[in-house]
């Protein structure tokens, strides 16, 4: 009955937070710095922002990419902007269920590849022009793409969504020379197979010379609890290992963390509550009506 009335009712609200630290900051205190300097950006009603991505930092003025999901509209890709106190969203990207808006930055182009898995396609999206690149890893449901070039080559970290709902469980590595195609299954794939912390965090950290990939930690009752930071021991073609540095928990009055993004002295995280509410039905009934009888 609890199980029923979980699922049924059961939602992780999630809320963004800012923290104004740098790197060293954060290393030195394992991240717990994030939790005692920080200012949260304010939810919509009956909705929530979550994934965020930081797209610009300038003085006061800082640009977010995040998932902007709302219980009647369903999970779209929205661009924040706030500055003195002042908060402009423009809706970017929205279908069935978009989410975790990665972006990453090639000679000025600011290119998007959000997580759509439900869409049954990957596609790159130009931030600059707002126009659709392309299509990428067709006949993969790709879930959170994460993305860092180490020698020339790029390395597209992610999950598989999967008929045995192993997305939470298995990182797949991709690698290619450019970031619009050609991408190739990594030798090992899956290279962390039935862990707790393989699904993506946020964007890959640079910390004296070392590379840091943060993950959530999940568990089947406990998605998205915390935050692991793990530090990438080697990286091939051929071999892929990491080794866990260390864990940060959600604030007390949280009940779990699962994004980090970082860039220029700044950190954008999210944390959740777990809420109950008579919407999720509803919700998930619009979508059908909007989406899927439509298949």
Same mark, same amino acid.
């Given at each position: 009955m609890?199980?029923?009335?979980?699922?049924?009712?059961?939602?992780?609200?999630?809320?963004?937070?800012?923290?104004?630290i740098?790197?060293?900051?954060? $290393?030195?205190?394992?991240?717990?710095?994030?939790k005692?300097?920080?200012?949260?950006?304010?939810?919509?009603?009956?909705?929530f922002?979550?994934?965020?991505?930081?797209? @610009?930092?300038?003085?006061?003025?800082?640009?977010?990419?995040?998932?902007?999901?709302?219980? $009647?509209?369903g999970?779209?890709?929205?661009?924040?902007?706030?500055?003195?106190?002042?908060?402009?969203?423009?809706?970017?990207?929205?279908?069935?269920?978009?989410?975790?808006?990665?972006?990453?930055?090639?000679?000025?182009?600011?290119?998007?590849?959000?997580?759509?898995?439900?869409?049954?396609?990957?596609?790159?999206?130009?931030?600059?022009?707002?126009?659709?690149?392309?299509?990428?890893?067709?006949?993969y449901?790709?879930i959170d793409?994460?993305?860092?070039k180490?020698?020339?080559?790029?390395?597209?970290?992610?999950?598989?969504r999967?008929?045995?709902?192993?997305?939470?469980?298995?990182?797949?590595?991709f690698?290619?020379?450019?970031?619009?195609?050609g991408?190739?299954?990594?030798?090992?794939?899956?290279?962390?197979?039935?862990?707790?912390?393989?699904?993506?965090?946020?964007?890959?950290?640079?910390?004296?010379?070392?590379?840091?990939?943060?993950?959530?930690?999940?568990?089947?009752?406990?998605?998205?609890?915390?935050l692991?930071?793990?530090?990438?021991?080697?990286?091939?073609?051929?071999?892929?290992?990491?080794?866990?540095?260390?864990?940060?928990?959600?604030?007390?009055?949280?009940?779990?963390?699962?994004?980090?993004?970082?860039?220029?002295?700044?950190f954008?995280?999210?944390? @959740?509550?777990?809420?109950?509410?008579?919407?999720?039905?509803?919700?998930?009934?619009?979508?059908?009506?909007?989406?899927?009888?439509k298949?």
């Open positions: 609890i199980k029923i009335f979980n699922t049924l009712f059961k939602i992780d609200f999630w809320q963004i937070f800012l923290s104004e740098n790197l060293n900051q954060f $290393f030195l205190s394992k991240g717990e710095l994030l005692k300097n920080n200012y949260k950006i304010n939810n919509e009603k009956n909705s922002y979550a994934d965020p991505f930081i797209v @610009k930092k300038k003085n006061k003025q800082i640009s977010l990419l995040v998932e902007d999901f709302s219980f $009647f509209s999970a779209k890709i929205s661009l924040i902007k706030i500055a003195k106190n002042k908060k402009l969203k423009t809706k970017i990207l929205e279908g069935k269920h978009y989410s975790y808006p990665f972006t990453y930055n090639r000679h000025g182009q600011m290119l998007v590849y959000p997580e759509m898995s439900e869409e049954n396609r990957n596609i790159i999206y130009n931030l600059n022009n707002k126009k659709k690149i392309t299509n990428y890893l067709l006949g449901k790709i793409p994460t993305i860092i180490i020698k020339g080559i790029y390395w597209l970290f992610c999950g598989l999967e008929k045995n709902n192993s997305e939470n469980k298995n990182l797949y590595l690698y290619s020379k450019n970031l619009i195609d991408w190739t299954s990594h030798k090992k794939n899956p290279v962390l197979k039935n862990n707790n912390k393989a699904r993506s965090a946020g964007n890959i950290l640079k910390y004296k010379n070392n590379l840091y990939r943060p993950s959530q930690f999940n568990l089947v009752h406990a998605y998205g609890s915390k692991i930071i793990n530090k990438i021991i080697k990286i091939t073609k051929n071999e892929y290992k990491e080794r866990e540095v260390f864990t940060i928990k959600p604030s007390k009055d949280y009940d779990g963390m699962h994004h980090i993004s970082y860039s220029n002295n700044c954008a995280f999210d944390q @959740k509550r777990i809420i109950y509410s008579i919407f999720k039905p509803l919700y998930y009934m619009i979508k059908f009506v909007k989406f899927y009888h298949i």
